[in-house]
């Protein structure tokens, strides 16, 4: 007899409404790491994952963790679930919300 396969798929439901998510990519800081969906900021050194004192430099959300070359892709501007977003420690998404809406990226 024949056996059925049966998978599963549970959405991340990361992308919340209607706002156009425009992407970019920038190499990432030597040593850093990326997480998939975290903020990430714009150094002298390459892209790396937003902290308290690096707030100021938000430049997106990373679309994917970075590839074998140390590129990764993240969005600039779009409208987000809040709730999917990675925080890394030391950073609240109060805190986030009004930098991420100055790059018009909602975070609902």
């Known amino acids: 007899m024949y056996g059925i396969e049966e998978r599963t798929y549970t959405p991340d439901n990361f992308f919340r409404g209607f706002f156009p998510a425009v992407p970019e990519h920038g190499t990432v800081k030597d040593g850093a790491t990326v997480r998939k969906y975290a903020p990430v900021a714009q150094t002298e050194d390459g892209i790396e994952e937003v902290t308290a004192a690096t ?51 909602f975070l609902k």
């Open 55 to 105: 707030l100021d430099k938000l430049v997106g959300i990373a679309a994917d963790a970075p590839d074998d070359g140390g590129n990764v892709v993240y969005y600039m501007t779009g409208d987000f679930n809040a709730e999917a977003v990675v925080l890394p420690e030391g950073v609240t998404l109060d805190a986030l919300k009004p930098a991420c809406r100055k790059l018009s990226i």
